[in-house]
């Protein structure tokens, strides 16, 4: 089974703090994504990733920065984290363009 | 860009009924349209898809039904049963290199016993 592991499920921060979340899957996937998802606004890229040291914008880029050293592993950062950055986070991995395999997800709380 | 537009937002039935849930895409170049479930407390899952070469697939109780021509395609559930209760999303894509899935904003079914 594929396996997609974020390092919390539940962060609280200070508006205005360095925020690093990880994403590890064990599947040598090639393809990697960071997604958040808000009620009534469904799932939005915000960042993803085809290969090592490789990153493409998604649809909200703004605020974020994303990091992929190894293949296995693909960080989303927040520099400075604001209030509007509350929500939950969302990787998910794939080989080839066609199934998805989502994390448990990070809920994050900004305050 | 792709726009993917999902509903209804939320859908109620009885155990035993049928659910539909549509969904349309802008970019007349999508090829590959997945549909998601996502139970509480978990991350989406994919559950059926379908690639524009067919007009329909089903897999025991859920269906999907694609028409590129009006560019809509739709999920059915039929013979509905609590643990049908979840987030269903729709998604739309190229199957090309640098593309990724546009997600619909997603519909809350609660199939009530």
């Known amino acids: 089974d594929v396996k997609v592991t974020q390092s919390s499920r539940y962060l609280v921060k200070r508006t205005g703090e360095k925020v690093f979340l990880e994403c590890v899957q064990d599947m040598d996937h090639e393809n990697m994504f960071w997604y958040r998802q808000d009620p009534g606004l469904g799932l939005r890229l915000i960042y993803f990733s085809y290969d090592v040291k490789m990153k493409e914008k998604g649809d909200i880029p703004e605020g974020y920065s994303v990091s992929r050293e190894k293949k296995e592993r693909f960080s989303l950062i927040l520099e400075s984290a604001s209030t509007n950055q509350t929500s939950m986070y969302l990787c998910a991995t794939s080989r080839g363009y066609y199934e998805q395999y989502f994390g448990p997800g990070t809920r994050l709380t900004v305050t | 860009g792709e726009n993917v537009e999902q509903h209804p937002s939320t859908l109620s039935v009885q155990e035993g009924d049928s659910a539909v849930i549509k969904c349309t895409y802008s970019d007349s170049a999508s090829n590959y349209f997945p549909w998601y479930k996502q139970e509480l407390g978990k991350g989406p899952q994919l559950i059926i898809d379908?690639?524009?070469?067919?007009g329909e697939k089903k897999d025991q109780r859920i269906a999907v039904t694609l028409n590129k021509t009006a560019k809509h395609f739709s999920l059915h559930i039929t013979e509905t049963q609590p643990e049908d209760s979840a987030v269903y999303f729709c998604a739309a894509s190229r199957v090309q290199a640098g593309t990724a899935l546009i997600f619909g904003k997603g519909t809350t079914l609660s199939v009530s016993s």
């Open positions: 379908i690639r524009s070469n067919v």
